[in-house]
């Protein structure tokens, strides 16, 4: 493309949305919703999963060995746990080495178990299973129950499954959500677009009859789109960047304990996905007009 | 320069002909008037000489080239050798006359020092020198035309064709426009102009090809009016 091309499909998609008015500011604003939502739903998530990720890591089976059964076994359950592929890591924990644990966090109180040694300690062998991903515990919780040399399991059951349908479910409403307003800025921008292609029919018959290009006559259209989505993405940006800079001040004063994403940092995540996305509702929307009414 | 074989347009299947087995054979830098009445098919032959619509039979030949052959994507490129002047002038309100004329060479990406050449000497051709700042709604019928003619003209195009040009107008603006469309065929441009303006047709004593009833029924060189029927 010709940069005086460009420049003059450029003039003419800002004449153009200066004029239309109202219908560039909807759809801008539409745009500018729905990223901003979505933003606001990247940055409560991404500080969301950087707090519960700690929680998420620390969730684990702890298998503790059938003390009944033979070497052969216990061999048989270790080669097995180290073979199962959704797992992340199999650490082996002595009775012996349960037992320092216990004694360390009890601290002051590790008096209570001055009756126990070496020959008798109650405590029991144990691994420390840790999935690939931590909403895999149920599932592999529940393979490997039926392995042999298997005591029992210990995973937090009925507390860990709710935890992860709960995010899950978070994660599909935001979703779905999402979806309806990006479909709503799309018929939008297409709107604002046809509106533009009736108001300007008489030019547009004028340049076919002296020989404009379709594509040139095309374009003007397109960038239109383009420059109303991407307006309506720089706008829930600036608005991210200033509301999450408060947000953080005001949660370092007062919840102090919270760890929090600093602001440079998510806005660089933030403006990876808004801005792209914003070009592209708004290219897709004047192209359904531009091939639906502009027929050059 | 454009050969008519054996025309037939039909507007859609099982309705009457629009034109009926029309052969024409026009020069470069002729000079041709299509007349006849209302429906007789004036219109529908413009418009298939620009390729707006395509015959249902028959070969159009502009160049040396079957125009009913093209490709979409070369259609633009065939209108950029064919001016257009139409009879209720199309100008653009938005814009003066200046930016009018200008138009039709902006959208063909011709450059803005061209486009400072070229259209003031377009204008004064024209007769609109001294108008080129005002806005088209400022200007008489006339004036309105010529700016139409200007926008037609200032690409340079080979073929010149008009349709009721002086349709708006009344008779004295009327002889001044198809005298300046005369100075354009003079200057070697090949003209074509439907009209139904009998006293324009007697004077200037042009080649004149008569539709009736959607067929050609006579082509006449220093042709009046009158002799059609």
């Not at chain 1, 298998?63 to 270790?78: C, F, P, V, W």
């Not at chain 2, 002038?89 to 200008?102: C, G, I, K, Q, T």
């Not at chain 2, 008009?162 to 426009?177: F, K």
């Amino acid at each position: 493309m010709h940069i005086r091309s460009l420049l003059y499909f450029l003039g003419e998609a800002l004449k153009s949305i200066v004029r239309n008015g109202w219908m560039s500011i909807a759809s801008v604003g539409v745009v500018a919703i729905t990223l901003l939502i979505l933003g606001s739903f990247m940055v409560l998530s991404f500080n969301v999963a950087l707090f519960t990720q700690d929680i998420k890591e620390q969730v684990q089976i702890v298998l503790y060995i059938d003390e009944t059964s033979d070497e052969e076994t216990k061999l048989e359950l270790q080669r097995l746990l180290a073979a199962h592929r959704q797992l992340e890591e199999v650490r082996y924990v002595s009775k012996e080495e349960a037992m320092e644990r216990l004694k360390q966090q009890l601290g002051d109180r590790a008096y209570l178990l001055d009756g126990y040694n070496a020959e008798e300690n109650p405590l029991r062998d144990s691994y420390q299973l840790r999935t690939k991903i931590p909403e895999d515990i149920p599932i592999v919780a529940n393979e490997i129950a039926d392995y042999p040399g298997v005591g029992y399991l210990d995973y937090g059951k009925g507390v860990v499954e709710p935890l992860f349908q709960f995010t899950g479910l978070v994660r599909w409403i935001g979703l779905m959500f999402m979806t309806g307003l990006a479909v709503t800025a799309i018929f939008l921008i297409a709107h604002t677009i046809r509106l533009t292609v009736y108001i300007r029919r008489r030019e547009i018959m004028i340049m076919k009859y002296v020989g404009a290009t379709d594509w040139f006559i095309r374009w003007p259209f397109i960038f239109e789109g383009l420059i109303l989505g991407l307006i309506g993405a720089v706008i829930p940006v600036i608005v991210i960047y200033y509301g999450y800079q408060a947000a953080v001040l005001w949660m370092q004063s007062n919840i102090y304990f919270i760890p929090l994403i600093p602001p440079e940092k998510i806005m660089e995540e933030i403006i990876k996905v808004i801005i792209p996305l914003g070009v592209v509702l708004g290219v897709l929307g004047s192209s359904i007009s531009v091939r639906r009414f502009l027929k050059v | 320069m454009i050969e008519i074989y054996h025309l037939y347009k039909q507007y859609a299947q099982n309705e009457f002909y629009a034109l009926k087995d029309i052969n024409l054979i026009i020069d470069r830098g002729e000079f041709i008037f299509v007349v006849g009445p209302s429906g007789s098919g004036k219109s529908t032959l413009l418009k298939l000489l620009l390729r707006e619509t395509l015959p249902t039979k028959g070969n159009i030949k502009i160049f040396g080239r079957d125009i009913t052959r093209l490709k979409n994507r070369e259609i633009p490129f065939l209108r950029r050798n064919i001016g257009m002047v139409f009879q209720d002038f199309r100008l653009l309100s938005d814009r003066n006359v200046f930016e009018n004329v200008a138009f039709s060479l902006r959208v063909i990406g011709t450059s803005p020092r061209e486009i400072r050449k070229r259209v003031p000497l377009t204008l004064e051709l024209v007769g609109l020198k001294d108008k080129a700042f005002k806005n088209p709604n400022e200007l008489s019928g006339g004036e309105q035309q010529r700016v139409c003619v200007a926008r037609a003209i200032v690409n340079r195009p080979a073929v010149l064709l008009a349709d009721e040009p002086t349709g708006n107008l009344d008779p004295a603006t009327s002889m001044e426009i198809m005298t300046l469309i005369q100075d354009i065929n003079i200057r070697g441009t090949t003209v074509i102009v439907a009209t139904h303006a009998k006293d324009i047709v007697d004077h200037f004593q042009k080649r004149v090809v008569v539709l009736e009833n959607n067929q050609l029924v006579s082509d006449q060189e220093r042709g009046v009016y009158f002799n059609a029927h």
